[in-house]
């Protein structure tokens, strides 16, 4: 268990086992040269051949990628107390309607960006929040550390999972970079209303 | 102008502290250059050919005397005495320290400027027309408009790390001197029954891809405005490609969409988001608004200047080129240019004469500067009683040059001798081009045309839409040129057309000449403009003319 957890501005002990595909072993699939399905902009996403090979881990709370989930869901069911679903930042909405429950129905989900300056996590949790309905734990993972805190707890995230090897301590402090935004947000009026 | 109160104070300061803990958790190698690139960036800071480059904002270009007298100590203390005016109204400094940058922002921050986001993949400093608020053919004074949108783009939490840079440019007036279709996101502000709406362009630019902004949406009422705008950038977060530097802009994506299916999805988007917190209300409007009502301008005669100064050529001259109509009878707009025969670059300006300017503005023109995206300066309500006392200071300053809107008012990039981008160097082609004019008659002849100059396709000098375009390509690892023709800016914003094989450097003065040979000898009076010219006998004339030998 780490402590690199972030939730509620406090540092908190990490009780959820976070399952990532290994890719290492898949082929790159070069993108054609034209720009023919633009949303998935040249980044593949784990084969079900990958997914089928996840080992589950022993622990009592995972969150697991969707498309893992989808493949899964019995298995996951039967083996977990609680799971939450997380979503790769190149991964469509579309892909929650493939759901059978609500997505209130998990106390987590999560979405992982690759690249600190991959700022899609942003408007994938504002889409979430707002699109789905989402009320539960969002959390950011993947390569998330002090310089996007401030953004993604604006952008509907409350909990974060800070990148092995970058000070959580010093992270949490990146909540209160500013003291005032200019602009509204799904949960917060704009400035102009307290001028 | 919009004076700053303490939410805005506190956010600016805010952003310095935030800088200096990126900047020495970088220095402690507890960020690795890649990681500290963006954030820098978000902070106007390059690394460039010589030393780190910082950018700093002039929000829509407005600029009051004393911000121009703080970025005049700031040259002096910081950098070597001088700084360059950008095409995007902007103002650089070439060679501050890695180090001295926290203290280089907390000056500014100390005189309400910053350099956030003025460079880096986010929302970039707002543009607009720098005669907005004087000119006669104003439809809707965008300044406060301008301001709402610059709050509200400043740290937006959804649009921190885009796929590319994005550029919002508006305009008010009959004639666009924004540039609103070649920004990635371009607004037409026009009025019905004293109702505001907004015409959306969307995807324009210039860059290696150049493409004309297409409408998305006519007539939206401005209260929509910033949700509209969410909409528009959360999909090109979204769907803007990420693997390929050079296909991320927004234009890229609006094409391979198509322009009626990208709509869709904007619209799909807002419609289910428009009602969001941002949504605009009269007060917050009439709050900004109240900052940019009209100076206290005195009730003076107009002066019949030319009857008046009928001996004094160079004055009149000037008066013609650097001054223009002002909507309040007895004044004038002076725009300064900073393309004259003493400034070591297009744009650049020495701390002395921007102390020289401010003085001016405070003597003159209601303490208030602004600068054009032709990278000029401009005072904009001087009363046309002082306009030879202006000029008189200007001329005494090497500021006097009246070229504005000729060929040697030339858009620049900074090139090769700045850039590590560049193909080539671009200030000693401009040089060279104002070299050939040593006296005004010429000069005068030829009148209005606009020459534009970047040193590689990344086109910061705008060269796609320069009557004239020169743009430094590379040839086996030398220095060459293509020279574009017919280029326009404005309402009718067209791409300029490739001439043929290009040329060397030494080659360029002449080719410029033959051009505007062919054009005094092809034009049917003295009035009609170079472009005119070109849209009627097209580029054929001017080819033969220049590869005959
Ligand atoms: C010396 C450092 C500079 C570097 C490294 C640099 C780099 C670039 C690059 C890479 C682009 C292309 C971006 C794209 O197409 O996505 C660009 C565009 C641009 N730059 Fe610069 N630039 C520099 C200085 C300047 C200066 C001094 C100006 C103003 C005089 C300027 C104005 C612009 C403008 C207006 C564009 C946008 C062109 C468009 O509409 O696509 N840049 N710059
Ligand atoms: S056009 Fe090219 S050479 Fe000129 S400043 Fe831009 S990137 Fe550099």
Redesign the interface.
Known sequence: MDTQLIKNKELILNDWFWVVPDTSNEEVKK?AGK?VQ??L???DFPSDGTLHNVTFPEAEKVIVPLRLYLLKTDEIKKKYKEYGIWIYSHDELDLFNHLKEDINSFPVVGVYVEK?????I??????IR??LSYKNDLRALGDV?K??L??????GFDSFLIKEG??AKKALLGLD??????????N?????N?? | MYKY?H?DR??VN??V??YED?LNRYFNK?LTDE?FR??RLQNGLYIQRHAPMLRVAIPYGLLSSNQLRTLADIADEFDRGYGHFSTRQNIQYNWPKLEDTPKILRKLADAEMHAIQTSG?CIRNITTDPYAGVTPDEIVDTRYIAEILR?????????????RKFKISISGSKHDRALVKTHDIGLELVKEQENLFVNVFVGGGLGRTPVIGQLLKEKLPIEHL?SYCESII?IY????????MY?ARIK??VK??GVESFKKQVEDDWN??KN???HLND??IN?VKQFFTSPNYETVESIDLEDQFRDDHNFLHWIKRNTREHIKNGYRSVTISLKGKKQTAPGDIQSSEMRVVADLADQYSFGEIRSTHEQNLVLADVKEKDLYDVYSALCENNLGEANIGLITDIICCPGGDFCSLANAKSIPIAKSIDNLFDNYDFLFDIGTISLNISGCMNACGHHHVGNIGILGVDKDGSEWYQITLGGQQGVNATLGKVIGPSFSADEVPAVIKEILNVYVAQRDSEEELFIDCYNRIGLDPFKEAIYKN
Do not use: C
């Open positions: 993108q720009v633009f949303k902009t040249g980044e600190f300056a991959d700022g899609r942003y408007s994938l949790g504002n889409l707002r699109k550390f310089d996007q401030f953004y993604l707890a604006r952008s970058y000070d970079d500013f003291s005032y935004s200019y602009q509204g947000t799904l917060q009026m704009p400035l102009w307290e001028r | 109160d939410y506190k956010i805010q952003r502290d935030q990126q507890e990681e963006p954030l993949n709050q509200w783009s400043t740290f937006h939490p959804e649009f921190a790390l885009l796929p910033l959360r977060n979204l769907y803007g490609r990420r693997d390929n296909k890229i994506l391979a969409l289910n988001g969001s917190s941002n007060k917050e709050r």
